[in-house]
């Protein structure tokens, strides 16, 4: 990252707006079990070409539901979910369980359930299932039915998203009224 001639301060505050002064900083005091960077003397080259690479690596696995959860955050004033971490979900292994499909729990939604979605990030989401499938829950530290939700045009997300994905647990049936 080379300093502009034209506009040195407007360029630091870009930096600072973005958040890469704070992560060139992070980066150079760095530490924990397997890194002490302060114990390393980083120069200024080899912290932004690192930091390059990790907004590189960033970039290369954001996914539609992770983005659309920020995007819901923003706009219900939820700034909360800022300072949690990412939750990157990654199977510790690709290997299904031995005992799949028979030790599988059978999915408790079929296809075209009318469901609403209950976690905390999701109020005012619902639609109907068109699909699912059995993936790691890095969160429950199992394999679990994942629903593909096809989300109704009321929904928060609607404008910008046709369509979700959601664990079992963070779905609820939609009890129609049949009175009216």
């Not at 989401?125 to 890095?138: L, Q």
Request: net charge negative; proline share 5%; with cysteine.
């Amino acid at each position: 990252m080379t300093n502009t001639q034209s506009s040195p301060d407007s360029y630091q505050q870009a930096l600072e707006d973005f958040g890469i002064t704070q992560l060139l900083s992070r980066l150079s005091n760095y530490s924990d079990a397997d890194l002490d960077a302060t114990s390393m003397n980083l120069e200024e080259q080899e912290l932004e070409s690192l930091a390059a690479i990790l907004i590189g690596q960033l970039t290369q696995t954001l996914n539609g539901k992770l983005i659309a959860s920020y995007f819901n955050a923003i706009r219900q004033g939820n700034l909360n979910v800022f300072h949690c971490p990412i939750n990157l979900e990654f199977a510790h292994s690709v290997e299904l369980p031995e005992d799949f499909p028979n030790g599988a729990l059978p999915p408790q939604f079929l296809y075209g359930d009318k469901l609403r979605l209950v976690s905390p990030t999701s109020e005012g989401e619902s639609g109907v299932v068109i699909g699912r499938f059995y993936n790691y829950a890095p969160h429950r530290c199992c394999w679990m039915w994942h629903y593909i939700l096809w989300l109704d045009t009321d929904s928060c997300s609607a404008t910008w998203l046709v369509a979700t994905t959601a664990w079992e647990e963070d779905l609820q049936p939609i009890i129609q009224d049949e009175t009216v």
